[in-house]
């Protein structure tokens, strides 16, 4: 079965900080991907990053990065120079190639503080 | 190129009434994917759907839920006789035929039953 794991119900970060935001996941396939979603409290679901598991190099947005362990079914995501706008829910979600379907995460409420 | 449309944004009904909920997927995209997401949850695979096809129902409670996607128009999903338990918000996501790539959600229909 496939699996998310985000450990951290909640977290808070000064303005202009960096945080991050940890993500564990298990699958047995090969053929994986990861998304970090925000959901801000108008509930769209925006997509952050996305991260092919078959790539070594970890994925940057601008100020988002994520450190993609692989051996460690490890995924986390960095915010840096943290916004009052970075305030939101963020799901980590595991998508399979062959079913297509997101598996997601508990979330993770992130507070930025001005 | 519009987003993925959901309507209605939310919908009220009484216990043992019919909800439908619809889905325009954004142009060019053959895939639809159905989430719920119980308050204070991460979101939960419902159903993924291709024009006239459900590939994966997985998700779906046994009874009282269905869905569909046909050749022309949006895709639908009906929940009948429903219960309070059903209160929850229920996003819709497309994407093109490709593995692996991003999902685009709509910004959901909040379904309360009183």
């Known amino acids: 079965a496939q699996t998310v794991t985000q450990s951290q119900p909640e977290m808070s970060v000064q303005e202009a900080e960096t945080v991050t935001l940890s993500c564990t996941y298990d699958?047995?396939?090969?053929?994986?991907?990861l998304f970090w979603y925000k959901q801000p409290p108008s509930r769209q679901m925006i997509l952050v990053i996305r991260?092919?598991?078959?790539?070594?190099q970890n994925a940057t947005e601008n100020r988002f990065s994520v450190n993609f362990q692989k051996a460690a079914k490890s995924f986390s995501l960095k915010i840096s120079d943290s916004q009052l706008g970075d305030t939101a829910m963020y799901f980590c979600?595991?998508?399979?190639?062959?079913?297509?379907?997101?598996?997601f995460g508990q979330g993770t409420t992130l507070q930025v503080k001005p | 190129n519009a987003g993925v449309m959901q309507n209605p944004r939310h919908l009220v009904r009484r216990r043992g009434q019919e909800a439908r909920l619809r889905c325009s997927p954004m142009?060019?995209?053959?895939?639809v994917y159905w989430y719920r997401q119980l308050p204070e949850e991460g979101l939960k695979f419902m159903v993924y759907?291709?024009?006239?096809?459900?590939?994966?129902e997985s998700g779906m409670p046994k009874e009282r839920f269905s869905a569909e996607f046909p050749k022309e128009g949006p895709s639908i999903l009906r929940i009948q006789q429903v219960v309070r338990g059903d209160s929850a918000a229920y996003f819709c996501?497309?994407?093109?035929?490709?593995?692996?790539?991003?999902?685009?959600f709509g910004p959901g229909t909040r379904l309360t039953v009183l």
């Open positions: 759907l291709q024009k006239e096809n459900i590939i994966d």
């Open positions: 996501a497309s994407s093109p035929p490709l593995a692996g790539v991003e999902q685009f």
């Open positions: 699958t047995s396939e090969n053929n994986y991907y």
């Open positions: 979600a595991l998508g399979s190639s062959n079913t297509g379907k997101l598996i």
């Open positions: 142009k060019g995209h053959s895939h």
């Open positions: 991260q092919e598991a078959y790539k070594q």
